[in-house]
């Protein structure tokens, strides 16, 4: 298979892209609107799994503890899941799918291409194989919104349905890359995530090939500049569009970690707060991060004036001091709330996204 046949194969032109189910339900310390903050601790004996996550994913980013994509998503769910996952089942399932994936590099000549592993993750997620079934991973489009099933943009669910959202899909290609040895990085833009690798083969104009899991689409980087109206700022402080390391993806799951318990437990309190204080520390870029960090801090204020009878004192000066920081270092970076135009911009292109998905293509001569 030559390279043009690669690109042919794997190549398809720009659609409009999906309205996203991570778009978080949050907003910046000043002003912000979305779930109540609340300072309710849950029951010690229903944060104890979130409690030994948080532990061990904070060891993975301090260098205690080998630094691991796979399990550090794992235990972001199996928290939620009060410890119902499986990791043994989880870890069957991704051997199997690499598995796979071996099989199809060499029965296919991928290896004398250095992103050959890209190459064949790539086909495994947009075309039907036995390897995956004969059923392609899609976007979910029965499960999205702030009212759907929090689990529904878990790894584990596309692992078993084969949908899923632009959180969990590209994560699952993350998780798969990792454990095949193929270099690929999470990436992000305004309320959605994406695959990016080096394009060693020079087989695409960009230096980048940016993998577009909801869509089935190698998608150029201007179309994410412009699609989503992304500032020169936000990129050069590697807010947006940056390929992620391992560690900061990891540190992207203590923020995950800590948005899920707040689904769990509708409170926002010093176990979000140290979630998103260890995160920033490895990824100080995320936006989400310091938005729950944020909404954190107004609990633990809110709690202190509610003991105190409402009175300023050097603690409520110091949270006051501590939120805004977190705001203006938001601002600095470049980040900008998503804007009304926006948002409705990104669900049309989820009207044409669902019209248009189902389209079949030829699969690799496999086996």
Avoid at 150 to 156: C, E
Avoid at 185 to 212: L, Q
Wanted: glycine share 8%.
């Amino acid at each position: 298979m030559d390279k043009s046949m690669d690109v042919k194969l794997i190549v398809k032109g720009v659609l409009c892209l999906l309205l996203f189910c991570c778009v978080f339900p949050l907003q910046p310390a000043n002003g912000r609107q979305g779930g109540p903050v609340l300072n309710h601790t849950p029951d010690e004996s229903r944060s104890r799994h979130y409690r030994q996550a948080y532990l061990e994913i904070a060891d993975m980013l301090d260098g205690k503890a080998p630094l691991s994509v796979k399990r550090a998503v794992f235990l972001a769910e199996w928290a939620y899941l009060d410890g119902g996952l499986d990791y043994k089942a989880y870890c069957d399932g991704i051997d199997t799918a690499v598995a796979f994936l071996q099989r199809l590099i060499a029965a296919n000549g991928l290896g004398r291409y250095k992103t050959g592993k890209n190459l064949a993750l790539t086909e495994y997620f947009f075309r039907p194989y036995s390897g995956n079934g004969h059923k392609p991973f899609t976007y979910d489009f029965d499960h999205t919104g702030d009212e759907s099933d929090f689990t529904d943009q878990f790894v584990s669910k596309v692992m078993r349905t084969h949908t899923g959202q632009c959180r969990s899909l590209p994560m699952y290609y993350k998780v798969l890359a990792e454990s095949l040895g193929a270099e690929a990085y999470i990436a992000r833009a305004p309320a959605h995530v994406f695959i990016r690798y080096r394009n060693e083969d020079n087989m695409y104009p960009e230096p980048w090939v940016n993998v577009e899991l909801t869509t089935h689409q190698i998608t150029p980087e201007f179309f994410y500049k412009e699609h989503f109206e992304i500032g020169d700022k936000a990129i050069e402080s590697k807010v947006y569009l940056a390929p992620l390391t391992d560690r900061e993806t990891v540190a992207v799951q203590l923020a995950d970690l800590a948005f899920g318990y707040w689904r769990k437990f509708e409170c926002y309190d010093g176990f979000t707060r140290r979630c998103c204080e260890k995160s920033l520390e490895y990824y100080p870029q995320n936006p989400n991060a310091c938005i729950i960090l944020g909404k954190s801090l107004d609990a633990a204020l809110m709690s202190h004036l509610e003991q105190n009878g409402y009175k300023e004192d050097e603690y409520t000066r110091q949270i006051e001091a501590r939120s805004q920081s977190l705001y203006e270092s938001l601002k600095s970076l470049g980040w900008e709330q998503m804007s009304e135009g926006l948002h409705e911009k990104l669900e049309k292109g989820n009207e044409q996204g669902k019209k248009m998905q189902g389209a079949t293509t030829n699969e690799l001569p496999m086996l």
